[in-house]
């Protein structure tokens, strides 16, 4: 009862904040189209550093957080540990919290015709910190703000573990760069389920009318052996059951990520009809961290994402199968955002990210991203155009598809909500913005097609029509 009062209030503090937001809307009778597995594409955005993820975990989003603070502050675990030597500890953070995501962001999601938004959570903000971790907390209840804002506007969610104790893949985004201890003991195992246990405890009641839809075990895990990939499919199997021990109302989906292991390796994998209901998540997303794919030309980017679609389709065959992460940036082959590759580093793309395998092709990153699309070339963003419409084509032939991100600070080229503002024709004109104009070009991509495809896709898979 406690939490739902604050609740009311953080939510009455934030609606008065969101409405300076600019809005891509255009009535009030926002309602997102609707997603069940099964019954049609998925076709979701992350809304990546958004407050649950407290969002500092990937300095590449929100700069701003980063640039004041020592050089060796580049993750979330350094953020907190630098600002619990501060007098202000949690002024800072709570302000990103109470502004980064407001309901309008949402509210001009549902507007473009997605259906579902990805949630970044870290296991930091669900159960007890423990061996001095410095994270910060306090995220878990802007959660579940969102997942309410989620339900009124008929979006549904997918929760993402996105960072579990010790780092399961060394990235910024896992809370903790540089080490992959996850994998090293059991403790950390079990303290994931807990927070996995705690999420869909408190997400299954009937109160959240079940806006979540799915809770994904853990964000691009990393094992680099067997031994580590032995570790995760435990993981998997033991995070199934305490998932489904902890349904209350509703059943959710599983969503397992591929761990960088490709589709194939789980096709045998908790497959119906031990397991139900199981999806699976992969990511085209180290196209940009490798010097292969960075040396494409469009064509042949747009021809690989072609090339994909027997892939994905194939896994779907076994278990639902969504693209959970995938950009337009990484697909017009550059790594150009400000320290996307880490705080401080550079970019392959213009040979500016030390000890990395010189590209075929260097280029130019001042035209290529930054938070002005109007200085980008017709032809980059022509490309970022069909990048768009390639990609979504292919994944919707599976299950559909999860963009990242919606929005960043200041890099445009990773951020759908720019992609709808400035469309193919990189005018950077607020009044298009608001007339939304552009979005209506977007809706009718991500919308027109719904007819199409549901012809194309069996009613029920095989799998489902089992006992
Ligand atoms: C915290 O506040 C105290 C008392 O005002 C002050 O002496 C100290 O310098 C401050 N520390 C930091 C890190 O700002
Ligand atoms: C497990 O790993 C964590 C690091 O993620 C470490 O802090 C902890 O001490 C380890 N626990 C055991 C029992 O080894
Ligand atoms: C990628 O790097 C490897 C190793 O340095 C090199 O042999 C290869 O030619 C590079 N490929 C391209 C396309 O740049
Ligand atoms: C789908 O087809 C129906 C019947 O042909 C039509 O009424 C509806 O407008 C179409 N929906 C979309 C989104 O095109």
Redesign the pocket.
């Known amino acids: 009862m406690l939490w739902r009062l604050n609740l009311l209030v953080l939510t009455h503090a934030l609606a008065r904040l969101s409405h300076a937001t600019p809005r891509l809307r255009q009535n009030d009778q926002v309602e997102a189209p609707g997603f069940t597995w099964g019954g049609g594409p998925m076709r979701g955005v992350n809304i990546g550093g958004c407050p649950c993820q407290l969002l500092t975990v990937q300095p590449w989003i929100t700069p701003s957080i980063f640039t004041d603070k020592p050089d060796w502050v580049v993750d979330e675990w350094t953020y907190g540990a630098y600002m619990r030597t501060r007098n202000d500890t949690y002024g800072e953070i709570s302000q990103h919290w109470n502004t980064w995501f407001q309901y309008d962001e949402l509210e001009n999601i549902a507007a473009v015709g997605l259906n579902t938004i990805r949630i970044q959570i870290g296991y930091w903000s669900i159960i007890p910190l423990v061996n001095g971790e410095p994270y910060l907390v306090g995220a878990y209840d802007y959660l579940k703000i969102a997942v309410t804002w989620a339900r009124t506007l008929n979006l549904k969610v997918m929760l993402d573990l996105h960072g579990v104790p010790g780092s399961q893949n060394g990235f910024d985004n896992s809370g903790l760069r540089g080490t992959r201890q996850w994998f090293s003991n059991y403790t950390n195992l079990q303290r994931s389920l807990n927070a996995l246990q705690i999420l869909t405890e408190e997400f299954t009641q009937s109160s959240y009318g079940n806006t979540v839809q799915t809770i994904e075990l853990v964000n691009e895990p990393f094992p680099y052996t067997d031994d580590e990939l032995n570790f995760l499919k435990n993981y998997y199997i033991q995070g199934y059951n305490t998932v489904r021990g902890a349904n209350q109302q509703q059943q959710i989906v599983v969503a397992l990520d591929d761990g960088f292991r490709g589709l194939q390796s789980w096709s045998g994998f908790m497959t119906e009809t031990q397991y139900h209901d199981v999806a699976l998540d992969t990511g085209p997303a180290d196209i940009r961290f490798n010097n292969y794919t960075l040396a494409m030309g469009y064509t042949e980017l747009l021809e690989w994402f072609c090339s994909q679609e027997d892939y994905i389709v194939a896994a779907n065959q076994k278990h639902w199968t969504i693209v959970g992460e995938w950009t337009l940036a990484a697909a017009a082959n550059t790594d150009c955002a400000k320290w996307l590759n880490g705080r401080d580093k550079g970019a392959r793309y213009d040979g500016t990210l030390p000890d990395q395998p010189k590209i075929r092709f260097t280029g130019d990153c001042v035209t290529h991203t930054g938070s002005d699309p109007s200085k980008w070339s017709s032809d980059y963003i022509e490309f970022l155009g069909r990048a768009f419409e390639t990609q979504t084509y292919v994944y919707e032939k599976a299950s559909g598809y999860i963009m990242w991100t919606w929005k960043t600070e200041q890099a445009a080229d990773w951020s759908m909500q720019a992609g709808i503002t400035y469309g193919k024709s990189g005018k950077a004109d607020s009044t298009d913005y608001q007339a939304g104009s552009r979005y209506q070009s977007l809706r009718s991509l991500t ?2 097609r ?2 199409e495809t549901s012809q194309e896709r069996p009613q029920t898979r095989e799998m489902r029509s089992e006992p």
Do not use: T
Request: glycine share 24%.
């Open positions: 919308v027109g719904v007819n």
